[in-house]
């Protein structure tokens, strides 16, 4: 003899799996999502995420900014030094000195600044460094340099 099935045929379900609960004891817990907070927690990310990304591209941009300052400031002092008395012949890879003889008159010596003494006869702008395609690598500028020619 057949037994029937003591359960009623309208609920039962011919897909249990894919019901929006657990349907037996040992089924996973299921739980609601709180949507308000799952939007908080993606926009927390979104915020975060996007503060990473624009403090990046700020760090890029005070790169270039500082790059070009370094260029502006080459261009400048490589007219000084060609405009510049020089008293020899410069060598590649050697260090100089530019020096301030009188407004709008400068001078190249391979004498430091400290080695002047108390008194030297010029004011000191840069040290530099001659390249092998004859421009000029600016290694150092004075506080001088600095305030007087950077604002121009």
Same mark, same amino acid.
């Given at each position: 003899?057949?037994?029937?099935?003591?359960?009623?045929?309208?609920?039962?379900?011919?897909?249990?799996?894919?019901?929006?609960?657990?349907?037996? @004891?040992?089924?996973?817990?299921?739980?609601?999502?709180?949507?308000?907070?799952?939007?908080?927690?993606?926009?927390?990310?979104?915020?975060?995420?996007?503060?990473?990304?624009?403090?990046?591209?700020?760090?890029? /941009?005070?790169?270039?900014?500082?790059?070009?300052?370094?260029?502006?400031?080459?261009?400048?002092? !490589?007219?000084?030094?060609?405009?510049?008395? /020089?008293?020899?012949?410069?060598?590649?890879?050697?260090?100089?000195?530019?020096?301030?003889?009188?407004?709008?008159?400068? @001078?190249?010596?391979?004498?430091?600044?400290?080695?002047?003494?108390?008194?030297?006869?010029?004011?000191?702008?840069?040290? @530099?460094?001659?390249?092998?395609?004859?421009?000029?690598? @600016?290694?150092?500028? !004075?506080?001088?340099?600095?305030?007087?020619?950077?604002?121009?």
């Amino acid at each position: 003899m057949r037994k029937e099935n003591p359960i009623d045929k309208d609920k039962i379900a011919e897909t249990p799996h894919l019901l929006p609960y657990a349907h037996h @004891v040992g089924s996973a817990i299921i739980r609601p999502i709180d949507k308000g907070k799952e939007k908080g927690l993606s926009m927390t990310a979104m915020y975060q995420q996007t503060d990473v990304q624009l403090t990046q591209i700020k760090e890029q /941009v005070e790169t270039l900014i500082r790059q070009a300052q370094e260029i502006h400031d080459r261009i400048d002092i !490589s007219e000084k030094i060609y405009k510049a008395d /020089v008293g020899f012949r410069p060598i590649i890879g050697r260090t100089y000195h530019l020096y301030e003889k009188e407004v709008n008159q400068w @001078v190249i010596s391979m004498i430091a600044p400290e080695e002047w003494g108390k008194n030297p006869p010029y004011t000191f702008l840069a040290t @530099v460094t001659m390249l092998a395609d004859h421009t000029w690598e @600016v290694q150092k500028k !004075s506080d001088t340099y600095m305030d007087r020619f950077n604002e121009e």
